[in-house]
């Protein structure tokens, strides 16, 4: 749940989901249990996902896999690493509050990685893109942005990282 930004700028979409860019992700996530420091500390250090094939199409319209990415070096075959900001917002009893920052382009990543060090999350909720922060709009709501946001994730998307940060 949270923020979703729709567009026809097709330029600005790529770069504001694709990892190349880096554009920043706030993620809000909550968890059963408590997070010790060891895990905190992997979550920041990065931690390997399975790299998906994604399936393509085609000229006759059969479905294909794409082929693996190159492997970098340290890195296993078909498997890509996702560092995230990790700061704890709230402790309770049996679950914790954690912001998460990411930058890798797929909000997905951030499940997978919490699900791998063992915390998936009960609720993932985006709460900033760039500089768009979710504030004041309930659950199902929409606005239109005004011209200042709209620039704002533009220079974002550019590369701008004072921009990007905020």
Do not use: C
Not at 145 to 154: G, L, S
């Amino acid at each position: 749940t949270g923020l979703v930004l729709l567009s026809n700028d097709g330029d600005l979409v790529n770069r504001l989901t694709h990892a190349r860019y880096g554009v920043p992700r706030l993620l809000q996530a909550v968890v059963k249990g408590i997070p010790d420091a060891k895990t905190i500390d992997r979550l920041r250090k990065g931690v390997y996902l399975p790299e998906r094939r994604e399936r393509r199409t085609n000229e006759e319209g059969t479905a294909e896999r794409r082929p693996p990415m190159p492997q970098r070096r340290g890195q296993s075959e078909g498997t890509k690493s996702v560092r995230l900001e990790v700061r704890i917002v709230e402790v309770g009893s049996e679950r914790t509050t954690i912001e998460l920052i990411s930058r890798d382009g797929r909000d997905a990543s951030a499940r997978e990685v919490l699900t791998i060090v063992g915390f998936p999350p009960k609720k993932l909720t985006r709460l900033a893109i760039g500089p768009i922060e979710l504030k004041g709009l309930a659950l199902g709501r929409w606005r239109e942005m005004e011209r200042a946001e709209i620039h704002a994730i533009k220079r974002a998307a550019r590369g701008d990282k004072d921009e990007a940060k905020k």
